[in-house]
């Protein structure tokens, strides 16, 4: 059941804490929960997720946003984007950012993966091994709308029995047709049938994670009513976790955790066998810092007694940029009714509101070509050769900074192989206080090269004969905006973070001196203590996180069971 204070809980006796029931949350305490002799609690700071229309509606997404649902987080200035102070988007609800995310469902490649495995010397994170747990996450479900899926998706390396839902597109939008004839024209775009086989360059159908038309997240998928109706599994809501602690002073075995509504109400549980923290990227290295388990110069210049020195926790943040290039078309199509959209939603679970606003019908996954000079100086930190460079969704609306009078379209461009990395760190010892997040994205040459160059690749696109007599001329960047230092500033002044943090909490092998976690997850040099979310991740993988995400939460939850039922 879901409680919403500690004082309702029927029993303080848990062999695992969950903390952060957002997108790993919920996956780690309902596989762990169907061992019926693990008692499970999941806290989660934010509230249910039940009754929230938002987080149900897919076209409702941006209303999420900010508010009550939202960490409401906003970065240092950053140097690199025009000095500006961005917000750093992150769920505070139960489904975390799977209930607020635009939904893309992408697992990124067979390299991306392998490298994960190289990397923490562990073969079980290669492709080969992770695909039947991306498989057992799937439910692959029609599209809102019925329509024939033959030829949109490869039906072979989909998982139709899983738990969270993924399907094609709902809504057909004015920009499909025009979307395939582009890969018809120019080879730059050669359309595949699916972009989630591990080798996705090229234009396919969007899938998302939508089943029967409403958002699948975290809350609604594992945490639906059969689980929640497992006597062995409780939901705390509305709890922040503030520290974990050693079980006793002296050593280095932290399964207790601090929590409570404010400052002035903290309680302690103890889990019997582990606390696992699914906090998010910015959350979980926050919690371990104040913990006490971090760069102890650091911690000790704050007053924070050092427990355990991790020099890496914090470091590494990794992210995307992201962007929105804005044309001007002739189209005639009427502005959404918003109204009937909600409606025909509501009664049919059909219609323009089964897609987010930032998803598009298609997504090209490409590659800057061989012979770009910026490989004479840059190594190429794409996981291989079959790893996307960048991401272009066409978007049959203006986009993040659409202008009011006309109709647009634009392209979300992703630049996915970043160079440049971040820091998550505290400036305080309250752990109510907000952590210092400094994303310091496209710091380096490669990047903003990269980035630069999805720009001119989305300009090429748009410039196929497919689109001449729909678009007028580029509104953003203002189509004189021609030399590379100018599109460069386009990008740094108005660019924004995919919300795809990671890498603060990163694996690596077990004998390595850098890194927080090993590939089983364990913090590294304690007991009783793993983190399990995207923190995790060593490099991002060249797509989107959520897929990803569950893959660690249903791997994790599988290690920890064969942990703790070894029979003797
Ligand atoms: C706006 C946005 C759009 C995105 N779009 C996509 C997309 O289209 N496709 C995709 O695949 N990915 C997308 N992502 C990324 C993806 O959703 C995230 O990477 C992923 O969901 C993160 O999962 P997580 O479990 O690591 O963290 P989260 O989902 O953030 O979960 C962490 C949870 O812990 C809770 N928590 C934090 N601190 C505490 C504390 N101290 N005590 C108790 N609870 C705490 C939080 O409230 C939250 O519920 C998007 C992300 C955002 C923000």
Redesign the pocket.
């Known amino acids: 059941g879901i409680y919403s204070d500690i004082s309702d809980l029927p029993t303080t006796n848990y062999d695992f804490i969950v ?7 919920p996956a780690v305490a309902n596989r762990l929960s169907q061992n019926s002799q693990f008692q499970v609690l999941l ?4 509230p249910s997720n039940e009754d929230v229309l938002p987080a149900k509606v897919p076209g409702l997404m941006l209303e999420m ?1 900010s508010g009550p649902y939202e ?1 409401n987080y906003t970065t240092i200035p950053q140097p690199t984007m025009g000095q500006r102070s961005l917000p750093y ?10 209930a ?7 697992r990124g490649t067979i390299e991306d993966w392998d490298r994960w495995a190289n990397v923490t010397e562990d073969p079980s994170w290669s492709w080969q091994n992770v695909l039947p747990v991306m498989l057992k996450n799937e439910h692959w479900s029609e599209p809102a709308d019925r329509h024939n899926q033959t030829g949109e998706f490869d039906p072979a390396i989909h998982g139709f029995h899983g738990i969270v839902g993924a399907s094609l597109p709902g809504y057909p939008t004015e920009l499909d047709s025009r979307v395939i004839q582009t890969t018809q024209e120019l080879d730059e775009f050669p359309y595949i049938i699916d972009y989630n086989s591990g080798t996705p360059i090229g234009l396919a159908w969007y899938q ?2 939508v089943k029967n038309g409403a958002r699948s997240s ?1 809350a609604t998928a594992y945490l639906a009513p059969q689980y929640l109706q497992r006597s062995n599994l409780h939901v705390l809501v509305n ?4 520290r974990v602690l050693p079980a006793s002073s002296g050593t280095k075995d932290f399964r207790i955790v601090e ?1 409570g509504k404010d400052a002035s109400s903290l309680a302690q549980l103890t889990a019997s066998k582990e606390v696992i923290l ?7 290295p ?2 371990l810092l104040h913990s006490g388990i971090g760069d102890v110069a650091d911690l000790q210049s704050l007053g924070i007694t050092a427990l355990h020195s991790l020099p890496s926790v914090g470091k590494n943040f990794t992210d995307q940029p992201y962007i929105t290039p804005v044309w001007s078309t002739n189209s005639s199509k009427p502005p959404l009714n918003t109204t009937a959209a909600l409606e025909e939603w509501q009664q049919n679970r059909t219609g323009p509101y089964t897609m ?1 606003p ?2 598009s019908n298609h997504i090209a996954f490409l590659r800057l070509p061989d012979n770009s000079t910026i490989f004479e100086t840059n190594v190429d930190p794409a996981a291989g050769p079959n790893t996307p460079h960048m991401e272009l969704t066409p978007l049959d609306n203006g986009g993040l900074n659409s202008p009011s009078n006309g109709t647009f379209v634009s392209m979300g461009i992703t630049f996915l192989t970043p160079t440049s990395r971040g820091t998550v760190t505290i400036n305080s010892t309250n ?1 109510f206080d907000p952590p210092i997040i400094d994303m310091n994205l496209l710091a380096s040459d490669f990047d903003i090269f990269t980035f630069r160059e999805s720009l001119k690749a989305s300009q090429r696109f748009f410039s196929a004969p497919a689109w001449s007599d729909f678009i007028i001329e580029s509104v953003q960047p203002p189509a004189n905006t021609t030399t590379d230092n100018d599109l460069d500033e386009f990008l740094r002044q108005n660019s924004i973070p ?5 890498g603060t909490c990163a694996m690596s092998a077990d004998d390595a001196q850098y890194g927080v976690v090993n590939s089983d997850l364990r913090v590294k040099g304690v007991t009783g203590l793993r983190v399990v ?3 995790v991740m060593p490099f991002v993988p060249a ?5 990803p ?1 569950y893959v660690i ?1 249903e791997k994790a939850a599988e290690m920890i069971k064969s942990d703790w039922t070894t029979t003797y």
């Open positions: 903390v952060g029931g957002g997108t790993a949350g806290v989660e700071a934010g946003f960490w988007l992150r769920g505070y609800i139960l489904g975390g950012c799977s607020h995310n635009s939904m893309f469902w992408s998302g994670s975290a709890t922040r976790v503030t929590l699914s906090a998010g990227a910015i959350n979980s926050q919690i987010s930032t998803a752990p995919s919300s795809h943090a990671c979310d995207a923190s797509g989107h996180l959520q897929v995400v939460a």
